[in-house]
């Protein structure tokens, strides 16, 4: 199993571009999740998704997109970047248990310059 | 070993000391917690869980305590290694089941 895969791992945007960040699991996860992480700092939830068709806003929604059209596939849209989405983005997935272990994908840097 | 709370960045140890990492939480209702740790360059991985009906969960090298009556969550290493070099977030969770992570730690080992 690959787990949790995110593409790019690197990408420069200019301020009002757009751009969707990839994310793909083989685990059969039906949760999936887009974490924000600015330095020194935790994680913050952007959106999650509790199964294919159904997605939901976390804590820090304002400027993104998702979709979930299949159980594997967790896209997130960038529709007009901004300074303040300069961050690493990671993708998590996990079994939606009350045990929830995340699997999580290595990251996406994403500076907006 | 050395212990510090989360509110302070940095944690130095000796290789071959026990190293000690506490996170305070503030919801009195969150039931798991879970420690991650994440090396440069990485995604955090799942370290070691505990429920809110224990207080102490050990697993290899590592063991997880849990103090409810002060909200208050330790991890401590045993024997640090250079390879336990990395951020170390604490998460919590509860009826709600998405996890709310903390600012986190990194844990710097010393030849």
């Known amino acids: 199993n690959a787990g949790v895969t995110q593409t790019p791992k690197f990408r420069i945007l200019k301020i009002g571009q757009s751009m969707t960040l990839q994310c793909t699991q083989d685990?059969?996860?039906?949760?999936m999740y887009w974490y924000r992480q600015d330095p020194g700092m935790g994680l913050k939830l952007i959106y999650y998704?509790?199964?294919?068709?159904?997605?939901d806003k976390g804590e820090v929604p304002n400027g993104y997109n998702v979709s979930r059209s299949t159980t594997e596939d967790f896209p997130l849209r960038l529709e007009l970047a901004a300074p303040s989405q300069t961050s690493v983005y990671f993708c998590?997935?996990?079994?939606?248990?009350?045990?929830?272990?995340?699997?999580f994908g290595s990251g996406t840097q994403l500076s907006v310059l | 070993g050395e212990s510090v709370g989360l509110h302070l960045p940095t944690l130095s140890v000796q290789e071959g000391d026990n190293s000690i990492i506490n996170c305070a939480y503030s919801?009195?209702?969150?039931?798991?917690f879970i420690w991650y740790k994440q090396e440069s360059g990485k995604g955090p991985q799942f370290i070691i869980d505990?429920?809110?009906?224990?207080d102490k969960r050990q697993g290899q090298r590592v063991t997880v305590l849990l103090n409810k009556t002060v909200k208050h969550l330790s991890l401590q290493i045993a024997a640090t290694q250079p390879g336990d070099s990395a951020v170390y977030f604490c998460?919590?969770?509860?009826?709600?089941?998405?996890?709310?992570f903390g600012k986190g730690i990194t844990l710097s080992v010393r030849p």
């Open positions: 998590a997935s996990g079994t939606g248990t009350v045990s929830e272990k995340l699997f």
């Open positions: 685990m059969n996860h039906n949760y």
């Open positions: 998704s509790v199964g294919a068709g159904i997605t």
């Open positions: 919801n009195s209702a969150s039931d798991y």
């Open positions: 505990i429920r809110s009906n224990m």
């Open positions: 998460a919590e969770t509860g009826a709600n089941s998405k996890l709310t």
